[in-house]
């Protein structure tokens, strides 16, 4: 019982020491990427075959992927908040008031 705590334990700590040098790297491989975006192989194969995600193909075979691009990839198609929505219609309202 008390092994299997510490086994636990370590697995917890070396998938987070993974995680920190992946935040560290400019550049991933493609099973790094999968790892840092979370998602399958092949749903990594699928995005990339349709050229929906930016990635570097040196030498026609492995892939690979800037860290800062990936994240602005992430970061697209932002939903704007309920607030947000009404901030904007409200200052929409007030800078073209009917004269």
Known sequence: MQEQVIIDKLSNIE???TEQTLLKKDVLNFN???QYLNVSQSHLYKLTSTKQVPHFCPQGKKLYFK???LDIWLQ???QSSAEDIETQAANYLIKNKRK
């Open 32 to 34: 790094e990427t999968c």
């Open 76 to 78: 697209r198609n932002r």
């Open 15 to 17: 998938q987070m020491l």
């Open 67 to 69: 860290r800062t691009e």
